[in-house]
């Protein structure tokens, strides 16, 4: 990585199969447990989507990338005037246990690039400990958790 510019990166382990791994990140009734209120789509390759957050009142265009059933995701999503690429990759591991993987990027080096760099890593960390939680307990820790953000 340049210190021009920032990615993010973060990954977590989910006991759960990749299949199912898989089929709750692209799946959007699946999503709805703990990521986002509402898609109008399922994620499919060149399919552009609109993804809706439960805490803002905003629509969030999505333009899906590559899917490689089972292991990779990616998609495009823009902040700041940038398109911005989001890859999510899963690979197996022992006691059919899932590693998931995601990478964002890029953004310049700067006071905007900092910015995003700080909220999009908890960002992708609480998408990840949500998706665990919700694949392993069926717990939604996404509910209620950023309704001091609503303005």
Known sequence: MS???LEINC??????PIYEVFEAIVNP???TNYFISSSTGKMEEA???IWKFPEFD????VKVGKIESNKY??????????????EISLSEKENN??????TEKSMENNESGLKWLSGNSFGWSNFLACLKAYLEYGI???KGAFDFMKQ
């Open 58 to 61: 905003f629509e969030c265009p």
């Open 47 to 49: 399919k552009n989507l």
């Open 3 to 5: 210190l021009e510019r």
């Open 73 to 86: 995701v990616s998609f495009y999503w823009e902040n700041s005037g940038v398109d911005l690429l989001v």
């Open 29 to 31: 009734e699946k999503m």
């Open 140 to 142: 939604n820790l996404r």
């Open 11 to 16: 990954a977590i382990q989910i006991q759960k």
């Open 97 to 102: 246990s899932t590693l998931v993987t995601i």
